[in-house]
């Protein structure tokens, strides 16, 4: 078993910073993949960064230029660091990994979540 820690959220003004951590503890040396998903009220879930054991970092469209993880992320922990946010940038931030490639979709572990909230 993995369990994941998620910690950095908050409440904000747009175009200001915040930075999510999240640290993965157990059964953790086949992790390939580790991301971070959001999902607001009413809408699905929707993943916003990964980042592979490799050093391949992807972000979606409409984070690019803003988000950013470290490029030296360890295989077990996860930061994003949340430029320039938006009031769209609102939700519940998740973490998550597995033990299989980023682009195959397969995380079967979460955490357990941590609130942004961006003020206009």
């Known amino acids: 078993q993995v369990h994941l820690e998620e910690s950095g959220g908050g409440s904000v003004q747009a175009g200001g910073t915040l930075t999510l951590s999240c640290a993965a503890y157990g059964y953790t040396f086949n992790i390939d993949c580790m991301g971070w998903f959001r999902q607001a009220p009413g809408s699905a879930r929707e993943q916003v960064a990964t980042?592979?054991?490799?050093?391949?970092?992807t972000y979606t469209d409409s984070v690019k230029g803003r988000f950013t993880i470290p490029q030296n992320s360890a295989k077990t922990r996860l930061d994003m660091q949340m430029n320039n946010v938006k009031p769209e940038d609102t939700a519940i931030y998740y973490c998550?990994?597995?033990?299989?490639?980023?682009?195959?979709?397969?995380?079967?572990?979460w955490g357990q979540g941590t609130q942004v909230t961006v003020s206009s």
């Open positions: 998550a990994t597995g033990p299989r490639p980023c682009q195959e979709g397969d995380f079967p572990y």
């Open positions: 980042a592979d054991s490799h050093g391949t970092i």
